[in-house]
Every structure is written in C-alpha cells, then in structure tokens.
C-alpha cells in the first residue's frame, strides 16, 4: 500500500495548524522549535517514549514496556477485582450513544440522553446502592482533547497481535493522543451490566458509538501480554496463533440491556446488531424487555422531537422496564436473592 510518510513541509504545516489563533504568533520562534522536536520523534517512529521493563507478571520480564500501556492495564485490573469482589454493590454502566448535546453547535441534548436519565432513575429506585457509571459518548464532539482513535484491525492479522488494553494508542510519534479508550476499557471490566441508549444515524450505529465498539475487539479474544508478540511483530503473533490461542473472553458474563431509537427506518436492525455483538462477546441478555427499539416522532419534524417524547409515556414505561429488567439480572446471575427481573413491571402496550 502506498505509504503514508509525509515530507517536511506537510508534516510542518499539519503541526502548524494546531496554532491557528492569532494569539499563537508572538510564540512563533518556540513553536518553529517545538515543531522541530516533533519531527524528530515523527522520523524516527518514537510511538512510545516512555517505557520500563515489564518485569516477573511477563512472559519477557525484560521486554521494554509502554509505561502507558502498563497503567492503562493497572486501572483494568483494578475494575476486574471491583467486578469480583462479592462484597461489593452491583455495578451498571450507562452508555449515550448520541453524538448530539447543547454544548456545541446542534444547540440542544439529545433523546438519548433524556432516556438515559429515565434508565438512571429507575435503576437507583430499584436498587438505591447500586454504583452507576455513565458514559456520554457525545463528549467526543464537546470536549476539547477527548478522541477515541480508528481501531487498526490488528486482530485480522492474528488475535494476539491485538492486546487487551490496546497498544495501538498513544502513537506520540503520530500525535495520536488523548485516546478515551483507556478510561473506557475499565468501565466495561468494572461493570455488572452495561446499558446502551442510543439513536439511529442513518440505518447505523453512531459514529461515537461505532468507534467505541470497533476499539473493544481486544476485550474479546485480546492479548493481555504484548511481551508475547514482541511488541507489536506480526509474524509472532501468527504464530501463537497456529499454535492454538485461547481468544479469551474478557467481558464474559456481564449482563446487557439495549435501547434504541430512530425517527425513520432502522432502529430494529440497529437493535439486533447491538445485541448480537454483545452476545458475540458472551454477554448476557437481561430479557426481552432488555432489548428494545422504537420509534419517536415518526416522521414528524425535528424541530418539535422533544416535545413528541414528552407525549410518548409509553416508550419511557418501556425504557424504565428494560433498565430495571437489567439490574434484576445483574443481581440474580450474582447469586443474590431477588424476585423475577419482569415481575411487577407493566407492558405499557400489550396487545
């Protein structure tokens, strides 16, 4: 494939355009010097500047390992031994897919926000200790330095040349920073049951939420040793993986709910996919009332879709059963004792 090396004058004018604001030009001299840093480290492929031995937990204890990488494990073994602690109160992740909030320009917050707050609610009403995290994926279009980066498909090479934390990102040398992924990761592991609200943009997943998914490949099947492959050597990989590779299953269990919305087509194909791929990953549907797809607003305008929420009671009953459905799953595939997970919840449109 053509390579993707940029010459000198490109590689400044990118660095360049960081520093648009007039206000960068009194500082002209120390960025000309920063942008020849910067390109030092691009040149030579500085991906990971920072590392220390893996040590004895390592297959190649002497292997030098991305300090990066080696905290962005710690915090996924922290989330793991919360997940295991029996002791501890159940833990739910709530997803916003939506992309959409009133902190940048469409002005206003999504559904799928309002829907995630019906969700939080009757979750906290149903078990008041529960522990809730929420994830707003729309953070990714507000919030200044916050990226989820393009998954490489490292795992189409052979799975273990995909590491669980992924070691693709940071890339320094790229300027790939300020990768979310490494807070998320131990979200997922953490999490008892994960909850997912999100819109239909156009017949698909949202470009947010498809990032986040395409980055959780690791989490199934994923290397948890980069010491293993030698960093990042392919033809190591392939051969652990001829020799037989365990795909490890690293959010085997927890239990999922799904919620999704559209105003047109596509919320019932988008809904399958979503709980196929969780499946896919040996997830657990907390039920039929935990998957769920509906429309708002059909074909009405945008301009007054909040205001055709407001009117649809029914779809919040529905979304208040799914989130409830889901942490009575949670708590009986603990092991703890609960009444049926649809017991008492009303379907507020039988037949």
Known sequence: MPSPLLARAEFDRRFRNRFRDPAFEPFDDALSRLGE????????????????KAGPAYANPDYDLSVDWI???????AARRRHDDPDLPP???LINGSSRSEHTCP???SKSWRLLQVAREAIAAERPEAALDVLDLSRLASEYGRNIHPC?????????????????????????VDDWMNDIYPLWVGAHGILIVTPVNWYQATSPLKLMIDRLVCADGGNPDPTRTDGKDAALAKELELQGWPYPRHLAGRSFAVVVHGDTEGPQNLRRMLTDWLESMSLRSAGHLAELD?????????????????RDQAVQAEVRNAAVALVRAVVER???SEPAREAGLEDPRPK
């Open 334 to 336: 603990r092991g703890e």
């Open 107 to 109: 002005g206003e917050m």
């Open 37 to 52: 840093v910067a390109w030092q480290a691009y040149e030579q492929g500085r991906k990971s500047p920072r590392t220390r």
């Open 91 to 93: 833990r739910i992740l």
């Open 71 to 77: 905290e962005a494990r710690a915090a996924i073994d």
């Open 294 to 310: 509906r429309y708002v607003g059909y074909y009405e305008p945008y301009a007054s879709s909040h205001e055709a929420l407001d």
């Open 152 to 176: 490489k498909a490292c795992f189409s090479t052979a799975a273990p040349l995909c590491h669980f934390p992924c070691s693709c990102y940071p890339n320094h040398s790229l300027g790939q």
